[in-house]
C-alpha cells in the first residue's frame, strides 16, 4: 500500500457494502477493522435487504460483503453456486474454464482423497485469482451439535 502512495498518515478511503443485518454487519465490522493494519479506512454502508440485493446484482459496491450458506461436507454446492461460468450467484461474474473443469472433476472424482487435492487446487486457484475472497468460514457453527441429556 505505500508504494501506492498511502500509509499511516494516508489512509485510502473505502466503502464496505452489506445488508443491514447483524450475520452480515459482523463480519463487515471485523473486515473494516483488519483493513485499518494495510492503512485502509473502511467504511460501514449497512443495507435494507431490498436494497442490497439489487446493489449486488448491478455490482454498484466497491467492496460487498456476503454470506454463503453450504453444505459443510461437500463443496459441489459453494462452487457450483458461486465460482463456475454463469452461475445464477456468482456475483462478481468470475468465469475460468480451467476452473470449471476442475470443478466438475472433483465432483465426479469417488476418491476422498484425490477430491480432497482437486478441490485445494481449486481453492488455490480462486484466491490467486482473487475470485470471491473467503473471509472466514464459522466453524463453531458449522461444528456444534446440541445433544439431547437424559
Not at 10 to 23: D, E, F, Q
Request: proline residues 7%.
Amino acid at each position: 500500500m505505500q508504494k501506492l502512495g498511502y500509509g499511516p498518515d494516508k489512509p485510502l478511503a473505502l466503502t464496505v457494502s452489506t445488508r443491514n443485518l447483524a450475520p452480515y454487519r459482523d463480519p463487515a465490522v471485523i473486515l473494516i477493522d483488519q483493513l485499518k493494519e494495510i492503512y485502509v479506512d473502511g467504511v460501514l454502508d449497512p443495507l435494507d435487504t431490498t436494497q442490497w440485493h439489487p446493489k449486488l446484482t448491478r455490482k454498484d459496491y466497491a467492496v460487498g460483503l456476503n454470506i454463503t450458506e453450504t453444505a459443510v461436507d461437500d463443496p459441489d454446492p459453494a462452487f457450483y453456486e458461486n465460482y463456475v461460468c454463469g452461475a445464477m450467484r456468482n456475483y462478481t461474474g468470475y468465469c475460468n474454464a480451467e476452473v470449471d473443469k476442475m470443478v466438475d472433476a472433483q465432483s465426479e472424482e469417488s476418491d476422498v482423497e484425490k477430491r480432497k487435492h482437486i478441490v485445494w487446487a481449486i481453492e488455490k486457484k480462486l484466491a490467486s485469482d482473487d475470485a470471491r475472497p473467503i473471509l472466514f468460514y464459522d466453524r463453531v457453527a458449522n461444528c456444534w451439535h446440541p445433544k439431547s441429556r437424559g
